[in-house]
C-alpha cells in the first residue's frame, strides 16, 4: 500500500525538500503541498492523505490552529509536525491539538521516511525527555484538572499509562510488568478508549495536563 503524504510549510524550498525525499521511497507519495495552514483543510479534503507533515509557525494560519481544524474532519489524518526548535511550546500545542508527533527540520532524511510510516501505521513518534521538558515549563501556568475517563483506570490501566509516558514500547512495559506484550496491548487499547485519545501521544499529553503524571515524576 502506498502511502499518501501532504506537506504543509510556507517555505517552498523546505517542501520541494521533503517532497524529493518521500517520492523517492517506493510506499510514498507526496500528493499535495500548502504554504499556509489555511490552505492544508481544502488540500486534505480533496487528496485524503494519511500524513500530514505540519510546520508549527505560518503565516496567517499555524499549525497548530491547522491541526485542530483537521481533527475535526470525520477522517482526519495522521499529523506529524514538522519543527526547528524541540522546546518550542508550539509543539506541545500542537500535540494537544492532536498531532501524533513531531520531528526536528534538521532529522536525517531515512528517520523521516521511518516517522511518516510509524505514525501511518498508527503508532506514536513520542520523545518523553522532550514532552516532558515541555509539559515542566507549563506546568507553573496551568491548573491542571482531571482528565475526562483518568478516573476510570484500574490500577494496572495507570501503571501502564506512567509507563508510556516514560516512552516505553509495549515489549518494555511487559518486562517491567511481568505480564505479556498481549496483555498490554489490551490495556493499552483501554487507555486510549477511556481517554478518548487517539495514540499514545494524545494519551500522555492528558496524562500530563490533567496532572496524572507530572514532569518531575517521569525524570
Known amino acids: 500500500m502506498t502511502l499518501r ?14 517532497r524529493v525525499i ?8 507526496v500528493v499535495g503541498e500548502a504554504a499556509d495552514g489555511a490552505a492544508v483543510v481544502p488540500v486534505v479534503r480533496r487528496e485524503r492523505p ?19 481544524r483537521l481533527m475535526a474532519l470525520d477522517e482526519p489524518p495522521k499529523v506529524l509536525v514538522v519543527t526547528t526548535f524541540e ?9 494537544l491539538a492532536g498531532a501524533s508527533g513531531f520531528l526536528l527540520k534538521r532529522t536525517r532524511p531515512d528517520d523521516l521516511v ?24 507549563r506546568a507553573p501556568s496551568r491548573s491542571p484538572g482531571r482528565a475526562p ?6 490500577g ?35 487507555v486510549l478508549a477511556k481517554l478518548g485519545a487517539r495514540d499514545r501521544t494524545q494519551a500522555v499529553i492528558a496524562a500530563y495536563e490533567s496532572g496524572f503524571v507530572s514532569p518531575s515524576e517521569q525524570g
Open 149 to 154: 475517563g483518568i478516573d476510570r483506570l484500574t
Open 5 to 18: 503524504v501532504v506537506i504543509a510549510d510556507d517555505e517552498a524550498l523546505i517542501r520541494a525538500g521533503l
Open 156 to 190: 494496572r490501566e495507570g501503571d501502564v499509562l506512567r509507563l508510556m509516558a516514560k516512552g516505553l514500547s509495549n515489549h518494555e512495559i511487559a518486562t517491567d510488568l511481568v505480564v505479556s506484550q498481549e496483555t498490554v496491548k489490551t490495556h493499552v487499547g483501554n
Open 50 to 68: 494519511d500524513v500530514v507533515l505540519m510546520d508549527v509557525r505560518m503565516p496567517a494560519l499555524d499549525g497548530i490552529r491547522a491541526t485542530e
Open 22 to 29: 518521500l517520492d523517492a521511497e517506493p510506499d510514498l507519495t
Open 114 to 137: 521511518q516517522a511518516v510510516r510509524l505514525v501511518a501505521s498508527g503508532e506514536s513518534l513520542l520523545f518523553p525527555a522532550a514532552i516532558r521538558r515541555l509539559a515542566g515549563r
Open 87 to 95: 522546546n518550542d511550546d508550539h509543539v506541545y500545542d500542537a500535540l
